[in-house]
């Protein structure tokens, strides 16, 4: 028969005999000691590449046991180093071997030492270099020097290479020892490094981003405040021989847009415009971009031709601007012009004393320009016309008073006191029937001043009508009786008979005539009607 029996520690020592049945047992079968090796331990990570350093984590296959470990590859002993973690590797090339020995100290111990295990290999790389800064823009024409800065762990070695375009280096011969800061001095450049420390295999390569030199961007100068009409926009560049581009519609300039000529400077016409610019070398890319504040530019004033002053029955107003394409907008009430008032086409008839005129310009490009405001316009009435202006008259004289402003009333007096707005209205024409009578006339309207006033040249002379003789002349016998009547009633007749070939002239002194007079031969009566004053003479031959 066959027994089979677990060995629970190692170095037992197996006894046994055989016996059976009605048979004597055997003698006594004694084994050599049997030994049992504990399980290797497991290394982790199992070898591989690492950058600086790697930590070693090696685990017991069993409680209570210890790991004795080598670094160089060889089987390691009881006097090899006992592995205490962390275990940290930083010599390139290491091989971690390893044994796990039980370690109970009271015979108990349940396995010998293991098998040796051993890790791939450890290839430590030196830590990679630091590139500072890494790419970017460097500036012309500044102070501080266009350098970069290589650094790696301490005593490192740094090689650095400094590819331009696309000249790549091929071998390793072509890196230079790093001592100072490398200085650049060609647009799109890049640096490339590595660092070697003892005891470590050569980093990785670091490829840095591109280094790009550049001008300075352009310093913009605009007017501060509202320009009137246009506005002037300054540019300059620190970088020597930078010529500088810009655009006015809001685009990103290139080398392909307006040059700047800083003998002209940049008009701008358009209100709220931003100026943008660059600067751009022989051998470098284009600067970074300069942006100028919102330029504002307004439209001119709006001029006012009369500016006010004083009219008669109406004020004929333009307005005028110098801007091409604008509108002129204006109030005539008191109120500010916006560019939704009145837009102005034709002269503006004022025809309102006191009337003040505003104006503004407008355009779609431009800002409304500032308020232009005018002098008082003072409007007056039209004096008023008198015809006729003087003379003499017989009963009564008809005094047509007109005005040229529509829809005036005239006021006038006739007793020679000045006229009035207070004084009554006239109607034309005026009638006179006294002599002497002096007229005075000013004309008014609701909204106009009232106007100059108005007179006769000289007074109205009124003369009465002349007497009727009956007969008025012709042939007689010795004498004849001549009757004298006059028109107006209350009036008296004076009279004169003298001879045919002499002057003569009645006055209120000669004869006053109550009855019929006799006239004799040759002679001539000469009559006079006084009807408050002395007026018409009448003769008969």
Do not use: W
Request: proline share 9%; charged share 15%.
């Amino acid at each position: 028969m066959t027994l089979i029996q677990a060995i629970p520690q190692t170095g037992t020592v197996v006894k046994a005999v055989a016996k059976r049945p009605s048979v004597e047992a055997s003698i006594v079968k004694v084994s050599a000691p049997i030994i049992l090796q504990c399980y290797p331990p497991l290394v982790l990570p199992n070898g591989g590449a690492y950058t600086g350093s790697v930590v070693v984590a090696i685990n017991t296959s069993q409680p209570n046991s210890t790991v004795y470990y080598t670094l160089d590859g060889s089987k390691p002993t009881l006097a090899s180093p006992v592995y205490v973690p962390p275990l940290t590797l930083v010599q390139t090339g290491s091989i971690v071997s390893a044994v796990e020995v039980d370690d109970s100290n009271d015979g108990t111990g349940t396995c010998a030492m293991s098998p040796v295990q051993v890790s791939g290999a450890f290839q430590i790389k030196t830590d990679l270099p630091v590139i500072a800064p890494n790419g970017g823009n460097f500036l012309l024409g500044v102070a501080t020097p266009n350098t970069v800065t290589i650094t790696a762990s301490p005593g490192a070695m740094i090689y650095y290479f400094v590819q331009v375009g696309d000249q790549i280096p091929s071998t390793m011969a072509q890196f230079k020892p790093y001592v100072t800061p490398i200085k650049i001095v060609k647009t799109d450049s890049i640096v490339r490094a590595v660092a070697k420390s003892g005891g470590k295999d050569m980093s990785d390569v670091v490829v840095s981003s591109t280094f790009t030199i550049l001008p300075e961007a352009p310093t913009i100068t605009a007017p501060s405040g509202v320009s009137i009409g246009q506005a002037r926009v300054d540019m300059s560049s620190s970088t020597p021989g930078a010529v500088l581009y810009y655009t006015l519609d809001s685009t990103t300039p290139t080398t392909r847009s307006p040059k700047y000529d800083p003998a002209l400077g940049v008009i701008v016409t358009q209100t709220r415009t931003v100026v943008k610019a660059i600067a751009a070398t022989v051998g470098s890319g284009p600067s970074a971009l300069a942006a100028s504040p919102q330029v504002l530019v307004a439209c001119e004033s709006p001029s006012i031709t009369p500016d006010g002053g004083l009219f008669v029955d109406y004020a004929k107003v333009m307005l005028r601007t110098g801007v091409a394409g604008a509108s002129v907008h204006f109030t005539d009430d008191g109120s500010e012009p916006t560019a939704t008032s009145a837009i102005f086409e034709f002269p503006i008839r004022v025809e309102k004393t006191g009337t003040v005129i505003k104006a503004v310009t407008t355009h779609p490009l431009l800002d409304i320009s500032a308020v232009t405001v005018s002098q008082v316009f003072t409007v007056k009435a039209a004096k008023p016309q008198l015809q006729p202006n003087a003379g003499v008259f017989e009963e009564e004289a008809k005094i047509s008073i007109t005005t040229a402003t529509t829809g005036a009333e005239i006021h006038c007096t006739v007793d020679g006191s000045p006229a009035t707005e207070d004084s009554p209205v006239c109607v034309s024409p005026v009638t006179v029937s006294s002599t002497g009578t002096s007229i005075n006339a000013v004309a008014t309207k609701e909204g106009l001043e009232v106007s100059d006033a108005a007179a006769l040249a000289s007074p109205i002379i009124i003369k009465a009508a002349p007497p009727v003789l009956t007969p008025d002349s012709g042939a007689f016998t010795n004498s004849a009786a001549v009757v004298m009547t006059c028109t107006e009633p209350g009036c008296t007749i004076h009279y004169l008979i003298g001879a045919a070939s002499s002057p003569f002239r009645p006055t209120l002194a000669s004869a006053l005539y109550t009855e019929p007079v006799q006239v004799g031969k040759r002679f001539v009566l000469a009559s006079v009607v006084l009807q408050r004053a002395p007026k018409s003479v009448r003769k008969l031959t």
